[in-house]
């Protein structure tokens, strides 16, 4: 079960779980610097070179003691469009210049929460706003996730694994002025699913998402006429300073060097205005035969029907029998 906002809306509480009902719950304790009091994650109006707290209270529903792991992470577009969050420690876009885990910092002892049967504990993070006043948002998520019991897992295949996420958006003083800005990066091969693939790689330098996005893109190979392969996706975010890879995937079938055509064409709305935004690249990228023939080599292969040539084996063998028996009968003694 997973609840979750609209994919054109940033992330504000969301729970996934195996059953119903969840181990525990965790709820925002919102600040006075809240900008939307309706909203159930942190939208928070930043002041520069100040210190505040953010709270979130952890409930125990259950009749047993539960450990609740705790970290703060930033926020990055996945392969195909659509926003996830990685922990402090992985490697930042280039243009993310603050990111939320350099600023943000869990309190002494708030990483793991041991709840007693029905326990509540309030935790607190402290950010320190940079000196100097910034545009556009800072984004990331306090992710909270259940540790199972070891011995749960040897007794039984079925556990839960009880998470929540809760985004944490820090406006900056001119928020409303700067909106995302989309370049081309580059096209290179990769294995995609273990299948040949371009992968077209596109950045938003800016501190601002892309909501409601919209992408077409295309490949066509010169000389290969009337062979155009895509890739479509809508209703999705772009992070603010990330790149998303567009996978543009051969399937099944060889990928052949070669000059091939690049065509995008990407459409959405600027999250704080919500004002239309548009960009087209067409770009020429060659593959060289070197590096399909390791893709290919590397591919998963496409599987082989085994009773497609065991019906035909019993089709042969029936065909046979027949032959054999319309001859016997022609030349059997009378």
Do not use: C
């Not at 930033?74 to 392969?79: R, S, W």
């Not at 607190?124 to 940079?130: E, F, H, L, Q, W």
């Not at 938003?204 to 890739?231: C, F, H, I, W």
């Not at 772009?238 to 091939?260: F, H």
């Amino acid at each position: 079960m997973a609840l979750v906002l609209g994919a054109t809306s940033l992330k504000s509480v969301q729970a996934a779980s195996s059953t119903d009902q969840n181990d525990f719950e965790v709820q925002p304790v919102l600040p006075d610097s809240q900008v939307n009091m309706s909203k159930n994650y942190f939208d928070l109006q930043a002041t520069p070179n100040t210190v505040q707290k953010i709270q979130m209270r952890v409930q125990n529903f259950t009749n047993k003691r539960i450990t609740v792991k705790s970290q703060l992470r930033n926020a990055y577009t996945q392969d195909g469009g659509g926003i996830d969050f990685s922990p402090a420690g992985v490697a930042v876009d280039s243009t993310l210049k603050i990111p939320l885990t350099t600023i943000a910092k869990l309190d002494k002892g708030d990483a793991t929460l041991k709840l007693g049967p029905h326990g509540v504990k309030v935790i607190n993070v402290t950010i320190k706003y940079p000196r100097k006043q910034f545009g556009g948002m800072i984004y990331g998520d306090w992710h909270f996730l259940e540790k199972v019991n070891k011995d749960l897992k040897k007794k039984t295949a079925v556990h839960a694994n009880y998470a929540y996420s809760i985004g944490v958006v820090l406006r900056g003083n001119r928020f409303d002025e700067i909106g995302p800005e989309m370049h081309y990066v580059q096209t290179s091969p990769f294995l995609f699913n273990k299948h040949p693939a371009l992968g077209i790689t596109l950045r938003n330098t800016k501190p601002m998402p892309l909501r409601a996005a919209t992408v077409q893109a295309s490949v066509s190979r010169e000389g290969d006429s009337g062979l155009t392969r895509t890739y479509n996706a809508s209703g999705f975010l772009i992070a603010p300073n990330s790149t998303m890879r567009l996978p543009i995937s051969w399937n099944y079938d060889s990928m052949k060097p070669g000059t091939y055509l690049i065509k995008v064409k990407l459409q959405g709305q600027n999250y704080a205005t919500h004002f239309p935004m548009n960009w087209t690249f067409k770009k020429k990228f060659r593959v060289a035969e070197h590096t399909v023939k390791t893709l290919n080599e590397q591919a998963v292969k496409k599987p082989v029907n085994k009773w497609t040539y065991t019906a035909a084996g019993v089709g042969i063998l029936w065909i046979a029998s027949i032959g054999i028996f319309v001859w016997v009968m022609k030349f059997r003694p009378r």
